[in-house]
């Protein structure tokens, strides 16, 4: 990536500049695709699962190398967001990053509410209500997830409503 002067500069260990974490079903074939093919034309180095991840890797640990080894993370909160374990695994992670690492979150409100991602209601009320009827699924990782998702959704964002794409 050609340097202007002003870009963050490289930290040591970083493959990649933005990390996008997204629910496919709602953005992969839109909205991610756009704001992905416009950062790889450009030339930064941008982690997006489909195009990343390699045949017979272990999801999870592949997913946290590739937070950990990134200057931005790109969070688009889309309707199914918090439906998905992955991506709240993820969110969490982004957030252990930017305490620990430095890591810079930039959220996308696609279609949503920035006020019902910092507080899980609307959409996200009902996927939280799901997570906590599951035995399956430690209290205290929900409760990560719900932290996460408020400081993510305190942060200044672009907040894209319907007819703006």
Known sequence: MASTGSEKPSLPGSNYVVFLSFR????????TDHLYMAFTLRGIETFRD???????????SELIQAIENSQYAIVVFSEKYADSKWCLDELAEIIECKKNKGLEVVPVFYHVDPSDVRNQTGPFEKDFDKHQKNDKID?????????AMR???????K????HQG
């Open 24 to 31: 496919g079903e709602d953005t992969r074939h839109s909205f």
């Open 50 to 60: 489909s195009e990343k991840l390699q045949l017979g890797q272990e999801i999870a």
């Open 139 to 147: 209290r205290e990782k929900i409760q990560k997830w719900k932290d």
């Open 151 to 157: 400081e993510v959704g305190k942060l200044s964002g």
């Open 159 to 162: 907040h894209l409503l319907p």
